[in-house]
């Protein structure tokens, strides 16, 4: 497949804005703007809302997620309003006992938290919280070795092992493939909060085989807020969902006969769906941009990512920023440390003077590119960049 070119076109991004953080908020694309505008006006004449819609439109959206993520039975999507609602489904039908142990990583998003922290109490179990080890700086193998200690944390103590695919901080990459295997060794449940890498990074769940991988529509997948999709496996069939919805009762398209109430849920991951999971202004937005996606592709997004930034890291590496190796995180989301002259507030205000968006996060800068940044936005940062170092 050829090389991807940038796409700022597809976005109204204005052309003084140089946006360098989808790891905060992706910004739609110009389909998924007129999606939503089409979306809003129906609603306007109800009578151009008939009941399949409602069905046909989540179907759509679980196709395309599916699609994007290697899952070839799109019943195994859900619809959910946020990570921590997928989280604290899975939480729900997984169990821990008394001296077992829940892996997370260090200052993990705490959607992927909060479930684990109330279940791990609960129990009497230990919440371990892996980070990189001690005096371990960007680069120098410490993505590396922050994986190694991830590994090792499992055991056979282990029930749940629940991560994200890169930091939300800085992009450390960990290497789901082997973390899934030796999961699979001990019995663990493998949980994934995707949120900052299914979009631009691939993510193959028939290779990966996770137990749950959840995602928030609102950053990498381009979409709206209040939305997400998570995919369920085997391990989830059967189990009781967070709420008793109508729509995910056999039978449910039947609207003359709703109170011929069913007890069975239909297949799948649907049972996990949120109530009012037809939401006839998100689901057009999200599947616009999951349509862009499906077409640009994850591993081409992220070639993009790569190549527009290397040229820019080798020349701010030059002023004395660093950055984690190139294996050892996401192309399109990664901190950058801080030489010691650089003033923080001097650098935040002299982001802002110039309209760069990214996030300062801690010592780091946090970046955040996509496939609507191009040279231009690139060289306004290193402009910054040089201007902070005294
Ligand atoms: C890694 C990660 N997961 C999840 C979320 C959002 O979680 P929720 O949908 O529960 O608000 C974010 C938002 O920043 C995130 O960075």
């Not at 801690?362 to 306004?380: F, H, I, K, Q």
Request: hydrophobic share 40%.
């Amino acid at each position: 497949m050829s090389q991807l070119t940038c796409r700022r076109a597809d976005f109204a991004l204005p052309r003084d804005e140089h946006y360098l953080n989808c790891a905060y908020m992706g910004p739609l694309p110009r389909v998924a703007e007129e999606a939503g505008i089409a979306a809003i006006r129906r609603k306007s004449v109800p009578t151009r809302i008939v009941p399949p819609d409602a069905f046909w439109e989540t179907d759509r959206l679980r196709e395309l997620f599916a699609r994007l993520v290697g899952v070839d039975d799109p019943t195994r999507i859900a619809i959910q309003p946020g990570v921590s609602y997928g989280v604290a489904t899975a939480a729900r039908n997984l169990s821990v006992g008394a001296g077992d142990n829940v892996v997370i990583t260090h200052e993990q998003f705490p959607g992927n938290v909060y479930s684990w922290r109330r279940m791990a109490g609960d129990a009497g179990a230990e919440l371990r919280a892996v980070g990189p080890g001690d005096g371990s700086d960007v680069g120098g193998g410490r993505g590396r070795r922050w994986n190694e200690r991830l590994l090792e944390a499992v055991d056979a103590r282990t029930a749940i092992v629940a991560v994200p695919v890169v930091h939300w901080t800085d992009g450390t990459w960990f290497d789901l493939d082997a973390l899934a295997a030796r999961c699979r060794d001990v019995g663990a449940a493998l949980v994934v909060d995707a949120t900052q890498s299914v979009g631009a990074l691939a993510f193959d769940v028939a290779k990966v085989r996770p137990d749950a991988l959840i995602v928030a529509a609102y950053k990498w997948l381009l979409g709206p807020y209040s939305l997400s999709l998570a995919y369920y496996g085997p391990r989830f069939d059967d189990g009781d969902p967070l709420e008793e919805t109508w729509i995910a009762r056999e039978k449910s398209s039947d609207f003359q006969n709703l109170v011929d109430y069913q007890d069975e849920y239909v297949g799948g991951a649907i049972r996990y769906d949120v109530a009012e999971r037809s939401n006839f202004f998100l689901a057009p937005i999200a599947a616009a941009s999951l349509e862009l996606l499906n077409e640009w592709g994850p591993h081409r997004i992220q070639e993009y990512c790569r190549r527009l930034t290397r040229e820019f890291l080798d020349e701010a590496g030059e002023l004395g920023y660093t950055v984690e190796d190139e294996a050892w995180r996401g192309a399109h989301l990664f901190g950058l440390r801080m030489p010691a002259s650089v003033d923080l507030t001097a650098l935040r205000d002299a982001l802002t003077a110039r309209n760069v968006s990214a996030s300062l996060r801690g010592t780091a800068l946090r970046l955040s590119p996509n496939v609507y940044n191009d040279e231009t936005d690139m060289g306004v940062l290193l402009d910054v960049l040089k201007g902070a170092v005294r």
